[in-house]
Each structure stands twice: as structure tokens, then as C-alpha cells.
């Protein structure tokens, strides 16, 4: 069981970066995959970008080049920098977490974090 805790989330103007965090309540380096979700208003959650533990990270269309997610083992905690925001950006950020627990994956999320890009 894992605890995940979103922050960075604020306003931002178009073309703009931001870098969003997830806290772990304990160690990450056994989570075999992190990832960032994202919901939108009026619409569905979404998959933004993935990581696991080798390194291999995949993205979204609409985010690739502009988002990279990355992980801190030592600070149990995974990263989104996101650059070159654009208004559809908006939305409620998600930490998610993937976990083996007897022999059963099952995935943990974070309260969410509000990103909005706006002039």
C-alpha cells in the first residue's frame, strides 16, 4: 500500500512550464511503473505519460515533446515537467501508482492537483 500526494498544480500563462510532484509515503524503488493522469472538464481521465523502473517512459500525443515524467528513487517522489503549456493543458493532474500485491497488481492514486493555463 502506498500513499501518493500531488503538488505544484497552479496557474499558469500559455507557452509557460510547470513542474508537478508525487510523494510517496514510502519507497518507490520497487513500483515497477508511475504515471500521470490527467481529467479535464467535462471529460473523461486520461492517460499523460508513464515511467517505469528501467527508465522507459511513454507519453501522450498531445503531451509528446512538450511533457517529460521522470522518478527519484531517493526522494520517493516522481516528477512531470511540463513545458510549453497550452489552455487545453487545463486540468486535474494525477499521480498513479502500480503495485504487485500477491500477485495482484493494483493501481493507487493521488488526490489530484489543479493545473489551469489561462492568460
Known amino acids: 500500500q502506498v500513499q501518493l500526494v500531488e503538488s505544484g498544480g497552479g496557474l499558469v500563462q500559455p507557452g509557460g512550464s510547470l513542474r508537478l510532484s508525487c510523494a510517496a509515503s514510502?519507497?518507490?524503488?520497487?513500483?515497477?511503473?508511475l504515471g500521470w493522469y490527467r481529467q479535464a472538464p467535462g471529460k473523461e481521465r486520461e492517460p499523460v505519460a508513464h515511467?517505469?523502473?528501467?527508465?522507459?517512459?511513454n507519453y501522450a500525443d498531445a503531451v509528446k515533446g512538450r511533457f517529460t515524467i521522470s522518478r527519484d528513487n531517493a526522494k520517493n517522489t516522481v516528477y512531470l515537467q511540463m513545458n510549453s503549456l497550452k489552455p487545453e493543458d487545463t486540468a486535474v493532474y494525477y499521480c498513479?501508482?502500480?503495485?504487485?500485491?500477491?500477485?495482484?497488481?493494483?493501481?493507487?492514486w493521488g488526490r489530484g492537483t489543479l493545473v489551469t493555463v489561462s492568460s
Open positions: 498513479a501508482a502500480d503495485v504487485l500485491e500477491r500477485l495482484t497488481v493494483k493501481t493507487y
Open positions: 514510502r519507497s518507490i524503488f520497487s513500483i515497477n511503473v
Open positions: 515511467i517505469i523502473s528501467g527508465g522507459s517512459t
